[in-house]
């Protein structure tokens, strides 16, 4: 079946750095992806969409130039948490649809951040 | 505005009996449902998922059922195993691919 795969599975990084967070689709071509972000014991929050070849689209309340998103390929999508705050610590998710108009969503395993 | 609700935050459940989660929704437009299941520091793993032209979909234990005049889906799962132990989201979507998810419910299965 299709496959997520995030990269890497949890990171921790002083304040004031970037990290990059890659999210590829392993065996399909995904024309989108999506970016969410789990803190604890919370729902998982739509932060954007990310379109290949196109400027990502982000959910309100997210700030694109904190959260750089970068969708160079049709099987790679990456988010760059710039200038890290412990705040911006959360657990980050990327999903994919397995075809165009297709009925099920693939999710990666995630990215856990932690900012000291 | 949560358009997406889960009220029972946990919920405990005898090995080999029925689980029951349900969801709440309050946005008529969508008309896609699915159901995943999360353990904690892994991705959601996807479950079963229904279309708002299907009032049931059933695969394996796993059956969901939609009420869309109530606004509210379920999931059932029978027999319960322990390995069904897991924080279950309910999603929901229309005409594009955003997902927008509950909050969540803790299901622990007794063995």
């Known amino acids: 079946g299709a496959v997520v795969s995030q990269h890497p599975s949890w990171v921790i990084c002083k304040s004031g750095t970037s990290v990059k967070i890659e999210c590829r689709s392993l065996d399909f071509q995904a024309t989108t992806m999506f970016w969410y972000r789990q803190f604890p014991k919370q729902s998982l929050m739509l932060m954007a969409t990310s379109n290949e070849g196109s400027k990502a689209t982000y959910e309100q309340g997210v700030e694109k130039d904190k959260f750089l998103i970068n969708h160079a390929s049709l099987t790679l999508s990456t988010l760059t948490v710039t200038s890290a705050h412990p705040e911006d610590s959360s657990f980050y998710i990327c999903s994919a649809r397995d075809r165009p108009g297709g009925n099920t969503i693939y999710f990666g395993e995630g990215s856990w951040l932690t900012v000291v | ?111």
């Open chain 2, 1 to 111: 505005d949560q358009q997406v609700k889960q009220n029972s935050p946990s919920l405990s459940v005898q090995e080999g009996r029925i689980s029951i989660l349900n969801c709440d929704y309050t946005n008529s437009m969508f008309d896609y449902f699915l159901w995943y299941k999360k353990y904690p520091a892994e991705g959601p793993t996807f479950l079963i998922s229904i279309s708002s032209i299907k009032d049931k979909n059933e695969d394996g234990r796993f059956t969901v059922f939609l009420n869309k005049s109530a606004k509210h889906l379920s999931l059932h799962i029978v027999p319960s195993q322990p390995g069904d132990s897991a924080v279950y989201f309910c999603a929901a979507a229309f005409g594009n691919e955003k997902l927008t998810f509950g909050t969540g419910t803790r299901l622990t299965i007794i063995p």
